[in-house]
Nanobody, 120 residues
Framework: QVQLVESGGGLVQPGGSLRLSCAAS????????MNWYRQAPGKERELVAR????????NYADSVKGRFTISRDNAKNTVYLQMNNLKPEDTAVYYC?????????????WGQGTQVTVSS
């Protein structure tokens, strides 16, 4: 079955950095675009970054452009989110996500999430 397992979250001071990882299994990782979402308390889940299957193209939310970088290692079935110059408003649970198509129907899969807290 499809599994997405995030790691790397924690408490960091403003201006600091964290690197999130998402280990994937149960599907052909190298054929799938991958996404990072986040959800802050009381807010809707929002798309932070996505990367195409070969890692050639990536897109970012305006709020994180220039600070976050998404990357992937298809040999390790892992996608990363490097977060630099973190701000208190980046505090959220971060989720790894992919969408797979079976029998012409799309299914979304999510990890359990990893908490990122930016505070002094």
């Amino acid at each position: 079955q499809v599994q997405l397992v995030e790691s790397g979250g924690g408490l960091v001071q403003p201006g600091g950095s964290l690197r999130l990882s998402c280990a994937a299994s149960g599907f052909t990782f190298s054929n799938s675009a991958m996404n990072w979402y986040r959800q802050a308390p009381g807010k809707e889940r929002e798309l932070v970054a996505r990367i195409t299957s070969a890692g050639i193209t990536s897109n970012y939310a305006d709020s994180v452009k220039g600070r976050f970088t998404i990357s992937r290692d298809n040999a390790k079935n892992t996608v990363y989110l490097q977060m630099n110059n973190l701000k208190p408003e980046d505090t959220a649970v971060y989720y790894c996500n992919t969408r797979l198509v079976y029998w012409m129907k799309e299914y979304g899969y999510w990890g359990q999430g990893t908490q990122v807290t930016v505070s002094s």
